[in-house]
C-alpha cells in the first residue's frame, strides 16, 4: 500500500530556530494535513492544504507556521521561529478527493525537539 | 465546541476477554465518527468510521447519539489488538479535519 513519507524522522532544534518538517504525500492524493501531539496530549489539527491554499488552520497555526508545496510532490511545514512549546510530534496526513468522510492516510511522524 | 472524551488511558483485558473502548462526543451538528489506531512503531491508521457501519479485524463501532457515544468493542480480544486507539470526530462536510480523544491504550495480555 502506498505510504505517506515523512523526512527526517527527529529533528532537533535551538530555540528560534526555523526548521521545516518535510511530507511527501501519496502520489494521487490532492488534500494535505499537519497534525501535532505534544507528549501526553491529545492528536490537534493545524492545518489542511488544497488545490494550492489553505483550506482551514487552527488556532495554533498562526504567523509562525506557513505550508509550501514547492514542487507538486513534497508539502511541507515551516516553523519560522521555534518555541520550546512547539516540541511535539508532528504528523502529516493526506486523502484522495471526495471531500467527505475521506479516509486519512498519516505520515509516521517527525519528533521536534526545541532545545 | 466539539470535543471528544476517551476515559479510559489504559485498558488491559486478557486474551479471550471482551473489550470495549469507550468514546463520547460532544457536538451540535451531525458527527462523523471514526476510530484510527496505532500499533506500537507503526504510524496511525484508520479502523473503521460510523457511516460503513464496517467490522474490521472483528472491531464494531456504532453510534448513539443519545448517548453521543461510539464505543468500540470486540469480542475475543487478541494480543495483536494491543495498540492505541483513538477515537475522532470530524464535522459533516469537514472530513480531513479531524479532532481526536486523547486516546486509550490497549493492552491485551496472553
Known amino acids: 500500500e502506498p505510504e505517506v513519507t515523512q523526512t527526517p524522522s527527529h529533528q532537533v532544534t535551538q530555540m528560534g530556530q526555523e526548521v521545516i518538517l518535510r511530507c511527501v504525500p501519496i502520489?494521487?492524493?490532492?488534500?494535505f494535513y499537519w497534525y501535532r501531539q505534544i507528549l501526553g496530549q491529545k492528536v490537534e489539527f493545524l492545518v489542511s492544504?488544497?488545490?494550492?491554499?489553505?483550506?482551514?488552520k487552527s488556532e495554533i497555526f498562526d504567523d509562525q507556521f506557513s505550508v509550501e508545496r514547492p514542487d507538486g510532490s513534497n508539502f511541507t511545514l515551516k516553523i519560522r521561529s521555534t518555541k520550546l512549546e512547539d516540541s511535539a510530534m508532528y504528523f502529516c496526513?493526506?486523502?484522495?478527493?471526495?471531500?467527505?468522510?475521506?479516509?486519512?492516510?498519516f505520515g509516521s511522524g517527525t519528533q521536534l525537539s526545541v532545545l | 465546541a466539539q470535543r471528544v472524551t476517551q476515559p479510559e488511558k489504559l485498558l488491559s483485558v486478557f486474551k479471550g476477554a471482551p473489550v470495549e473502548l469507550k468514546c463520547n462526543y460532544s457536538?451540535?451538528?451531525?458527527?462523523?465518527l471514526f476510530w484510527y489506531v496505532q500499533y506500537s512503531r507503526q504510524r496511525l491508521q484508520l479502523l473503521l468510521r460510523?457511516?460503513s457501519r464496517e467490522s474490521i479485524k472483528g472491531f464494531t463501532a456504532d453510534l448513539n447519539k443519545g448517548e453521543t457515544s461510539f464505543h468500540l468493542k470486540k469480542p475475543f480480544a487478541q494480543e495483536e489488538d494491543s495498540a492505541m486507539y483513538y477515537c475522532?470526530?470530524?464535522?459533516?462536510?469537514?472530513?480531513?479535519?479531524?479532532?481526536f480523544g486523547q486516546g486509550t491504550e490497549l493492552s491485551v495480555k496472553p
Open positions: 496526513a493526506s486523502s484522495v478527493p471526495g471531500g467527505n468522510n475521506e479516509k486519512l492516510f
Open positions: 502520489s494521487n492524493h490532492l488534500y
Open positions: 492544504f488544497y488545490n494550492n491554499e489553505i483550506s482551514e
Open positions: 457536538y451540535s451538528g451531525s458527527p462523523e
Open positions: 460510523h457511516i
Open positions: 475522532a470526530l470530524s464535522r459533516h462536510n469537514q472530513g480531513g479535519k479531524l479532532i
